[in-house]
């Protein structure tokens, strides 16, 4: 276990790096300081060679009901002066930095999202590569009912998992979704049973952990050039990392494995 402070819990299952959010009482609600230690752990787990796969959860019924509503409006109150545009849009953007993170280290990412995931939460999720959703939980935008129009990315998650016209229905109407619906529409990649979620969610993470970690991140590299570029730049992007890719030791063990008739035993080298 590395303690990281009781707002976020940070343990290690090989080469899983688990990182919970842990303020049930509040629905595992973002406060600066919560938001800021995710942010650090996320940047850790993506530069640790030790670490496979990073796991985003949280404790209790929800997985995060978003930004600490509550705790900003007292925190605006009491400034001792008022900001400008410009250093509140600051403040947000370098909030932004953990989904970016999320999104782009070299390393699968994935939400196992064992309860209500709502605004800055939802956004949270949908920037990891992979998302497991309880049968139970709910998903919800959540930014049209306190007035505000949507930050750590969530617009660019919902334009490219759901497409532009449910992206500014989910975004307008606010409307919350369960998990079978949030699994048609392409927001979760599986839903499990409530009351088998953490062992059968967890169970993916690892396998995730310990899998081919350079192949991983050159998947991640195709897909990301693949949303905008043309067939030839896709063609010749995964053309150079099959070539790195050959190079590992990784690909010598499947190939090993593949004769001996076994499971291999990846590295991530």
Do not use: W
Not at 38 to 45: E, G, I, N, P, T
Request: hydrophobic content about 40%; proline content about 3%; aromatic content about 4%.
């Amino acid at each position: 276990m590395i303690d990281s402070g009781e707002q976020l819990l940070i343990r290690n299952e090989g080469r899983l790096r688990i990182l919970t959010l842990n303020r049930p009482r509040r629905m595992n609600a973002l406060t600066p300081e919560l938001h800021h230690r995710l942010q650090d752990a996320v940047v850790a787990a993506a530069s640790d060679p030790n670490v496979g796969a990073v796991a985003l959860t949280g404790t209790g019924n929800a997985f995060c009901s978003g930004g600490d509503v509550r705790k900003s409006t007292n925190d605006a109150a009491s400034a001792a002066r008022p900001e400008t545009i410009e250093e509140r849009a600051d403040a947000v953007m370098a909030h932004g930095r953990t989904s970016l993170t999320l999104h782009r280290m070299g390393k699968p990412t994935i939400a196992l999202v064992n309860g209500a995931a709502a605004g800055s939460g939802m956004a949270l999720a949908l920037a990891c590569d992979l998302r497991v959703m309880s049968s139970s939980a709910v998903m919800r935008t959540a930014y049209a009912r306190i007035g505000l129009s949507g930050d750590l990315g969530l617009s660019y998650f919902l334009h490219r998992l759901a497409g532009p016209a449910k992206a500014a229905e989910l975004l307008f109407l606010n409307e919350k979704l369960d998990a079978g619906q949030c699994e048609q529409i392409g927001l979760v990649n599986r839903v499990i049973d409530a009351e088998t979620f953490a062992g059968n969610a967890l169970e993916i993470a690892r396998a995730l952990a310990h899998g081919p970690t350079v192949a991983f991140r050159c998947m991640k590299q195709n897909l990301d050039t693949a949303a905008s570029a043309s067939l030839e730049q896709v063609i010749e992007r995964e053309a150079y990392n099959t070539a790195r890719c050959v190079r590992t030791k990784d690909v010598k063990e499947a190939s090993l494995a593949f004769r001996e008739k076994r499971e291999p035993d990846f590295k991530g080298h």
